[in-house]
């Protein structure tokens, strides 16, 4: 019986795989065991085809292919190259010695070419960890090279894995791309008005605070939203590992990348179901809170989302990450993301317009604003009216200087105040008078606990700012 180690994904993780090979006299058949997906039960056909197109021999007796553990589901195809070597390996065409000191995942094309998996930075991280050299298609090669302290080999075909395997191909690792994380500009800086708004979104970023903006149609609220990536410092390598990592799981990284240099913005439509901002379906995969991990969540028309789906953003954005459970599964996704809501005020969208008169009525404005109540509003730091731009202004030729708006908010202090811990906010020491300030008004519009915590927090990035 011969072994190969390989590896499945499970949420974002990777977990060991074992691939166990019996072959033996008896009416030619090949099956493969161990709680397994309709892509892996396919894999038959495709390492078939490959191996007799790569002009290796097909044994015609009875084989039997085990996954083991056998309690883990295995999904994907990324299992074909390390089926397709046991094989071999138990026809003597390759040492079984070599194959100790690999982790082999890929899929194989009929024609015995690789074709690129997803997951390769979390089969890194698994390798490095279990002190094994990683033997994946080249084009997740340079991915999975971007974790140091593994040596990647990326082969473009079944022939030139065997011939690694074997020793008569001399393939050098792969070398780490460079990480070059590029050069911000404050895109707020040449908007014309909206000087508070600003403000107040460089606030947001530096602090990781989140901001919900009301205002008429057309007054800037999407445009406004979709600056603040850029607003947020730099990422660094271990926050471009987390959300590379992320992507290449969910199967959204392309062929030959490295590391994702650029904070994600997920801006998901109104009709998204709960399972798709949250994480689910079968295999369970990241929902667009974990996509927009590292980054910016921006919710457009917050009030047209579905109210279930609203309710489930509040553990997320308490704890930075999200459970989900099912039947067989337990799966724990990152979700430290910035949520940019925005919403018209009713449903004509001119209630307090100063340009056009409001058509709905008070019933209609209650019925629209209903989901503004309640825990939720309570895990969001800032709220800001936004109004229209007179058309002068925004046809003026030059731009006012109270326009020019330096980034402040690229320089952050780590961490940021949204995100530190309710023991650190209270061991800060408030002035008498702020003390007194901050009592007298959350007396006088009803603040909770988290409210109060929320509102030093605030303090503190603006503190910050100020120097």
């Not at 090949?30 to 191996?51: H, K, M, N, Y």
């Not at 094989?87 to 194959?99: D, F, Y």
Request: with cysteine; hydrophobic share 40%.
């Amino acid at each position: 019986m011969n072994k190969v180690n390989s590896c499945c994904i499970q949420g974002v993780e990777a977990h060991p795989v074992e691939i166990e090979v019996d072959i033996r006299p008896g009416i030619p058949s090949f099956d493969i065991v161990g709680l397994i997906g309709t892509a892996v039960r396919e894999s038959r056909e495709r390492v078939r085809a490959a191996l007799c197109n790569s002009r290796f021999e097909f044994p015609m007796r009875r084989i039997t292919v085990n996954l083991a553990p056998a309690g883990i589901r295995k999904d994907g195809a990324a299992f074909d190259l390390a089926i397709a070597a046991a094989l071999l390996a138990a026809q003597k065409m390759i040492p079984s010695s070599a194959l100790k000191n690999y982790l082999v995942v890929g899929e194989l094309s009929l024609s015995g070419d690789l074709r690129p998996t997803a997951g390769a930075l979390a089969f890194a991280a698994l390798a490095r960890d279990q002190g094994f050299e990683l033997l994946v298609p080249s084009a997740n090669a340079k991915e999975a090279a971007s974790l140091s302290g593994v040596p990647v080999y990326g082969v473009n075909s079944l022939q030139d894995a065997v011939d690694k395997l074997r020793g008569t191909n001399d393939i050098l690792p792969t070398a780490a791309p460079p990480f070059e994380p590029p050069t911000l500009q404050d895109p707020l800086r040449l908007v014309r008005g909206h000087s508070a708004t600003k403000r107040l979104l460089h606030i947001a970023a530096a602090g990781h605070h989140h901001v919900f903006l009301f205002g008429p149609p057309g007054s800037g609220k999407t445009m406004l939203s979709h600056a603040l990536p850029s607003l947020m410092p730099p990422l660094d390598e271990k926050e471009a590992a987390s959300i590379t990592n992320i992507y290449s799981a969910a199967g959204l990284l392309g062929p030959h990348q490295g590391l994702l240099a650029k904070r994600p913005l997920r801006a998901p439509h109104h009709s998204i179901t709960r399972s798709g901002l949250t994480g689910g379906g079968h295999p369970i995969r990241p929902g667009e809170i974990t996509l927009a991990h590292q980054g910016v969540l921006v919710l457009d028309e917050m009030l047209e989302f579905s109210n279930t789906s609203l309710q489930a953003l509040r553990e997320p954005l308490e704890t930075s990450r999200i459970t989900l459970t099912r039947a067989r599964q337990r799966l724990e996704f990152p979700a430290q993301f910035l949520l940019a809501a925005n919403a018209n005020p009713c449903p004509c969208g001119y209630l307090g317009s100063e340009v056009r008169p409001c058509q709905c009525g008070p019933r209609q404005i209650r019925g629209y604003q209903r989901k503004l109540c309640g825990p939720l509003m309570e895990r969001i730091d800032l709220f800001h009216w936004i109004q229209s731009i007179p058309s002068e202004q925004l046809t003026a030729n030059d731009l006012d200087e109270a326009d020019l708006v330096s980034p402040k908010a690229l320089v952050r202090s780590k961490p940021p105040a949204g995100l530190m811990s309710d023991s650190a906010i209270q061991a800060l020491e408030l002035s008498t008078d702020g003390r007194r300030f901050l009592n007298r008004a959350a007396e006088r519009l009803g603040l909770s606990n988290r409210g109060c915590m929320r509102t030093i927090r605030v303090a503190h990035t603006i503190a910050a700012l100020g120097d």
